[in-house]
């Protein structure tokens, strides 16, 4: 069975104390891998899609990368604002797959 | 564009009422999903659809039902709210199912007592 799996579950860091968010899968036929932000009593807002082991994506200081057994988004030099909770989902041939996230919390 | 829409933000249901939750999009997108998401799980998906007159059941279908009259409209209804029920439901909408992008409402809290 197709499984995604997000560690940590919480995540505290001081401002501008960089760090990395793991989301682990197994899937059969992986047609993308997608990062979501989801901000409290909000819907998940788009990051990024990555569909090939190697292909990396940054946006302003958030930078996810894929291998053929996880993605990292890493975070650098994380601001208050940055705070939310991250989701990971693996798209096969049929199905959206979604972890359960990570909340990360940036403290000034 | 205005995306995702849903309404209504927020309701509270007495074991037994039924209701039906709204979702609309605007960008043209043939399919459109319903998921909940409940504390510390990933969102499980309730239905989808792939375009007017055709929907087909997710992971977590029971005690749900929707529609799909028009390419835009795709509401989820409960019938009889049973406090399982209790949870907050997003819809969503993409291009295809495959490797695309799923975009997603802002999302209804419901509880049910």
């Known amino acids: 069975e197709d499984q995604v799996t997000q560690s940590p579950e919480a995540l505290r860091l001081q401002e501008g104390e960089s760090s990395s968010l793991n989301c682990s899968y197994t899937v059969s036929g992986l047609r993308g891998l997608f990062w979501y932000r989801q901000d409290p009593g909000k819907g998940p807002e788009f990051l990024f899609t990555?569909?090939?082991a190697g292909e990396e994506k940054e946006k302003e200081r958030l930078k996810a990368t894929l291998t053929k057994k996880e993605s990292f988004l890493h975070i650098t030099a994380p601001k208050p604002e940055d705070s939310a909770t991250y989701l990971c989902?693996?798209?096969?041939?049929?199905?959206?797959?979604f972890g359960a996230g990570t909340r990360l919390t940036v403290k000034p | 564009n205005a995306g995702v829409t849903q309404t209504p933000k927020f309701r509270i249901l007495k074991i037994g009422q039924s209701m039906t939750l709204q979702c609309t999009q605007d960008m043209n997108h043939n399919y459109m999903y319903w998921y909940r998401q409940d504390p510390g799980m990933g969102l499980k998906l309730i239905y989808y659809s792939v375009g007017a007159g055709i929907t087909d059941k997710g992971e977590v279908p029971n005690g749900y039902n929707v529609s799909r009259s028009t390419t835009e409209d795709f509401p989820l209804r409960l019938e009889l709210a049973a406090p399982s029920q209790t949870s907050v439901y997003f819809c969503a909408s993409s291009y295809s199912r495959q490797g695309q992008t799923q975009y997603f409402g802002p999302g209804t809290r419901l509880l049910v007592l």
């Open positions: 989902a693996v798209n096969n041939n049929n199905d959206m797959r």
């Open positions: 990555l569909y090939s």
